[in-house]
């Protein structure tokens, strides 16, 4: 090829290079879209740095936000801690206040007593006193950090303060207990009162009006009263006595309508019949294991048959097989879940008396779930049964329920 002809296809090739390229409207209109090359940066502006002051104060906000929730969730915490101390001392104080009008915080037994209560069971392990020492006073000294409370189941299904139509009676303390919580040595004990044991009773009528004294069985006491706060009273003040005045800080009384809810608010209550009582349940046989639910638990708990000598006491027995039952269940059932309790109560208000209030109870159930309780922490106060002229008697052993009370609610003084 010759100079000229090279020369040409040279010029023809940077000419088809100078010429625009021919594109369509879609590949124009699609050209147009794509940025050419690279954005260039922006130099930034006052209003960039402003902006940029704005953002860093946000974050910076949320930062302190969750700072301010973390605090006020502390500050809650504390105060419900604060409100729980001042609950335990509060209660401390009303207790020990009450407990000072009450009892006397120091017993002293002479030579003779202390002879005398060595030879009754169950009386203080090692507590026997040397011969040589027998003309030395032994003091006793009570212990503050105990807390009682009355628990009365009412034999009636009706509201507490209505009267039978009948017999113009608000009911009979069918059943008394003392739970005690013995805080030192984290221990739940209970003792429990035969319901004819043989008391002075304050007898008023229907009016109010007092009647005077007459001997009678302790469940009558219930019965002299309006059915409410004043029978409580007078029942609180009969088994304080009997117990040789150990204070008594608050008492619940329950009619028999509470006792099927309660039993069920905890899944039921399994007991092992001890004798065939079939007679008042078919499932109640001698051997047979059954967990009680709804009505089947008064049947196991209140029937007894009235012509049957030591029918009561044998109720009695029963019932502390199911307190014992009850309160293992109870422990596992409300363990980090009292308010199950404090709901049932607003459940069966009417069916029940107390001078209790929500602080207190909710206390009290914290402390009985953190205690130890077993059947050897049950005490039926010891006596003997003789036949009255329509009904049963029975007669406490003095001297035995005085050492009982010494040696559950007392310590040598050092």
């Not at 099927?260 to 047979?288: L, Q, W």
Request: proline share 2%.
């Amino acid at each position: 090829m010759d100079a000229a002809a090279m020369t040409g296809m040279k010029e023809n090739t940077m000419e088809q290079q100078r010429q625009p390229e021919q594109l369509t409207p879609s590949q124009k209109k699609e050209r147009e879209k794509k940025p050419n090359g690279p954005k260039p940066q922006k130099n930034k502006t006052a209003e960039d740095t402003k902006n940029i002051r704005k953002e860093r104060k946000r974050a910076g906000g949320r930062k302190s936000k969750k700072k301010k929730i973390m605090l006020v969730l502390l500050a809650v915490l504390l105060v419900l801690l604060a409100v729980g101390a001042i609950l335990y001392v509060q209660w401390d104080g009303q207790r020990k206040n009450r407990m000072k009008n009450a009892v006397s915080d120091r017993i002293v037994l002479t030579e003779r007593e202390q002879a005398h209560l060595e030879g009754i069971e169950g009386w203080l392990e090692g507590d026997t006193v040397d011969e040589a020492d027998r003309n030395t006073d032994r003091v006793y000294r009570y212990k503050e950090n105990t807390i009682n409370i009355l628990v009365m189941g009412i034999d009636k299904d009706t509201a507490m303060s209505e009267r039978d139509h009948s017999s113009n009676s608000v009911g009979q303390a069918d059943t008394i207990f003392v739970a005690s919580l013995d805080m030192d040595s984290q221990e739940l004990r209970l003792i429990a009162v035969h319901r004819d044991t043989m008391v002075s009773l304050e007898k008023y009528n229907g009016q109010g009006e007092y009647l005077g004294v007459q001997q009678g069985q302790i469940s009558l006491q219930y019965a002299y009263g309006d059915g409410q706060k004043q029978s409580c009273e007078l029942m609180k003040e009969q088994v304080c006595t009997m117990l040789g005045g150990i204070p008594i800080y608050g008492y619940v009384a329950l009619n028999m309508n509470t006792i099927p809810a309660i039993n069920d608010a905890v899944g039921g209550v399994e007991v092992t019949m001890e004798e065939d009582y079939t007679r008042y349940d078919r499932a109640f046989k001698k051997g047979k294991t059954v967990r009680l639910k709804g009505n089947q638990v008064l049947r196991f708990i209140r029937s007894r048959d009235a012509k049957k000598e030591g029918s009561a006491y044998d109720r009695l027995m029963r019932q502390k097989t199911y307190l014992k039952a009850f309160a293992s269940q109870a422990k596992s059932a409300l363990a980090g879940n009292v308010q199950i309790v404090l709901d049932l109560l607003k459940e069966l208000e009417g069916n029940f008396e107390t001078d209790l209030n929500e602080a207190d109870i909710t206390y009290l159930l914290l402390q009985a779930l953190s205690c130890q309780f077993s059947e050897d922490n049950i005490w039926v106060l010891p006596g003997t049964i003789e036949q009255g002229e329509k009904y049963e008697e029975y007669y406490l052993d003095e001297l035995a329920v005085r050492a009982g009370v010494i040696r559950m609610f007392y310590e040598i003084e050092s």
